[in-house]
């Protein structure tokens, strides 16, 4: 309840490590974390101290992570944050770990491509069904059909066809 909650912003610095566990599937990956700061002198952006954090990722989010991250990716980490002091071989170490709650590509340094995962259907469901020939539902058509308005949205009152299929409904009327 009193737990530490951070948002960081930087670049994965290590390939994504992905983990089937007795308690779930596991991912963790190195987040480094650059300040930057406007030297006055040069008059430029300069890079200040860079922070490493170890981020863990649990059941369906480590399962995105490992199919979505690569190494130097911008993201944003929101998480618990876990500071652990240890003694290792006479030296105390000091490291910090995020608990992941949510992971996302950082949209103000690239771009990306969001696809929906199926929901609680095992990985061995999905590789057994395209094993036997069950063909994988497409990806619905996303383009604006041909005479839809600029916004994407039907005039009330006509009749829509969803992408995939030929059946037709009606959109809800504005109130």
């Known amino acids: 309840?009193?737990?530490?909650?951070?948002?960081?912003?930087?670049?994965v610095a290590t390939?994504?490590?992905?983990?089937?566990l007795s308690a779930g599937a596991s991912a963790r990956f190195r987040l480094a974390v650059t300040s930057r700061y406007w030297d006055r002198e040069k008059s430029t952006w300069a890079d200040g101290h860079t922070n490493f954090f170890t981020v863990w990722a649990?059941?369906?989010?480590?399962?995105?992570v490992a199919a979505s991250l690569n190494v130097g990716e911008a993201v944003?980490?929101?998480?618990?944050?876990?500071?652990?002091?240890?003694?290792?071989?006479?030296q105390n170490w000091t490291?910090?770990?995020?608990?992941?709650?949510?992971?996302?590509?950082?949209?103000?340094?690239?771009?990306?491509?969001?696809?929906?995962?199926?929901?609680?259907e095992p990985a061995t469901a999905v590789a057994t069904a395209t094993a036997v020939g069950v063909p994988a539902e497409p990806e619905p058509?996303?383009?604006?059909?041909?005479?839809?308005n600029p916004t994407g949205q039907t005039?009330?009152?006509?009749?829509?066809?969803?992408?995939?299929?030929?059946?037709?409904r009606r959109p809800a009327a504005v109130t």
């Open 15 to 20: 390939q994504p490590v992905y983990r089937e």
């Open 58 to 64: 649990n059941r369906q989010l480590a399962m995105n």
């Open 141 to 148: 058509d996303w383009h604006t059909p041909v005479g839809q």
């Open 95 to 120: 490291s910090a770990d995020i608990d992941a709650v949510a992971i996302g590509h950082d949209l103000a340094r690239g771009t990306s491509a969001f696809r929906r995962t199926a929901r609680a």
């Open 76 to 90: 944003i980490v929101q998480g618990r944050l876990k500071v652990r002091a240890e003694a290792r071989e006479g």
């Open 155 to 168: 005039p009330v009152g006509q009749p829509v066809t969803e992408p995939g299929s030929s059946r037709r």
């Open 1 to 11: 309840m009193n737990e530490t909650m951070v948002c960081a912003v930087g670049n």
